[in-house]
């Protein structure tokens, strides 16, 4: 692999917000308060940063669970784009559990602890196994349902219920927006839970931890009519980065066998919680969605486009565009030049930071960096890149912070060894 070009790219100055003013240790965390009881969380972040919770009693979270009271932006970025106009940024995390799997805590609290932690949308997923064993029962999945629907506030808390589809060998999947849930006696592979879904027009499902399991769905084996309902690929779950997965053991990293196999995921990041402090974990998995409202049907059609992004940091704003396409978009191209976008932002606790924009494409076990652009948080990068449809038909941009070290590293050397912030939704390449 020739070493990818690296610049430096035209940005555009960050607008500080008075408000924005506040330590980076404390970015979306607060005491965490359910049913009165004052619980702090202590998180040690990825990269050996440990950040702890404010003290119970000084900072509230996000949004107070007051009846009738708006919500409050939590700390971090503004919610509009820079370069798209007609959606607004939602904090996201679509991959929870509760003790009706294999969980710890109450699923009457999950939803509240989301929305008191900041997010804007939250799924409870909990395990489907075989015969309900440490998974979910029917009873269980009403339940879901009803909590889901009582936590629902349009336009303010989007509250969701799905499953995890949980195969010991083959991987997991989540599964929303179905009125029943699929357990391993009704789909014991990932094509007939593909066949299953299929039958379920506007459910949407997701590879959960790729790779994490021996035999990754099969091997991502493709299912044409399945493409357009899996719309996820997890790149961060908890604190990991799921880019190398498996790549010391000689296996191909997970992002280039999902989309060389012909998968067209949008990636996001999850919390994957089997605690009790759903949402307050700072440096795990989470996502953004970009979407017209703050409702389930807003949410299940942004995720069905794909204009989301994963990341592991709270309040990053991440909007993306090639050739004036949205991440999660098609580029009508055979081969020239592309013209990206970038707006990156964490409000002033990020205000001037470096960063570092990876164009990552396909490779035969890692993807192939073209070109590698130095950035600051609070700027819009402005770059071009040639890309040729011969060289394989998708394109995604990963964000690091190039002052960290990726603790699961892929080649000697590889530009992509250092810290991974975010990714992108890709885009496909169609001449």
């Excluded at 004052?38 to 009693?57: D, E, H």
């Excluded at 013209?339 to 494409?361: E, I, M, N, T, Y």
């Excluded at 035969?364 to 060289?391: K, Q, R």
Aim: contains cysteine; hydrophobic residues 40%; charged residues 20%.
């Amino acid at each position: 692999m020739s070493e990818p070009h690296r610049h430096h790219c035209h940005h555009h100055g960050h607008d500080d917000h008075e408000s924005d003013r506040i330590p980076y240790g404390q970015v979306g965390l607060a005491a965490h308060t359910v049913g009165g009881v004052g619980r702090r969380s202590m998180l040690a972040a990825a990269g050996g940063m440990l950040m702890l919770a404010a003290v119970p009693g000084t900072a509230r979270a996000a949004t107070a669970i007051t009846a009738g009271a708006p919500a409050v932006t939590a700390p971090g970025a503004s919610r509009a784009s820079r370069i798209s106009q007609g959606t607004t940024l939602v904090h996201a995390d679509l991959h929870n559990h509760t003790v009706m799997s294999d969980g710890d805590g109450s699923a009457d609290q999950a939803f509240a602890s989301m929305r008191e932690a900041g997010l804007d949308v939250a799924a409870l997923t909990d395990h489907a196994t075989m015969f309900a064993i440490s998974g979910l029962s029917q009873s269980e999945w009403r339940t879901t349902g009803e909590l889901a629907n009582a936590a629902d506030d349009p336009g303010r808390f989007t509250a969701i219920r799905g499953f995890e589809w949980s195969h010991p060998l083959q991987g997991h999947i989540n599964v929303w927006n179905t009125s029943d849930f699929a357990d391993l006696l009704r789909a014991g592979s990932p094509g007939s839970l593909y066949r299953w879904l299929t039958g379920r027009p506007g459910g949407l499902a997701s590879f959960n931890h790729p790779g994490r399991e021996i035999g990754r769905f099969d091997d991502f084996s493709y299912d044409a009519a399945a493409r357009p309902q899996l719309v996820g690929l997890e790149m961060f779950n908890r604190t990991d980065d799921y880019l190398f997965e498996g790549w010391s053991s000689r296996t191909t990293s997970p992002l280039v066998a999902c989309l060389n196999a012909g998968w067209r995921p949008g990636l996001t990041g999850v919390t994957d919680e089997h605690g009790t402090t759903w949402g307050f974990h700072e440096g795990k998995g989470r996502s953004g969605l970009w979407v017209t409202e703050n409702t389930r049907t807003a949410v299940f059609e942004a995720m069905a486009a794909r204009r989301c992004f994963a990341t592991r940091v709270s309040g990053l704003r991440l909007d993306a565009t090639a050739n004036g396409v949205r991440m999660g978009g098609v580029i009508s191209l055979t081969s020239g030049d592309v013209r990206f976008r970038v707006d990156l932002d964490r409000g002033a606790v990020w205000d001037g930071k470096p960063l570092r924009v990876q164009v990552l494409r396909p490779g035969t076990s890692v993807p192939t960096v073209v070109d590698v652009v130095d950035t600051v948080a609070g700027s819009v990068a402005d770059f071009t890149v040639p890309l040729d449809v011969a060289d394989g038909d998708w394109v995604v941009l990963r964000i690091s912070d190039p002052e960290l070290a990726n603790p699961t590293p892929g080649p000697a050397g590889h530009p992509c060894n250092d810290f991974g912030v975010a990714y992108s939704s890709p885009w496909w390449l169609r001449p």
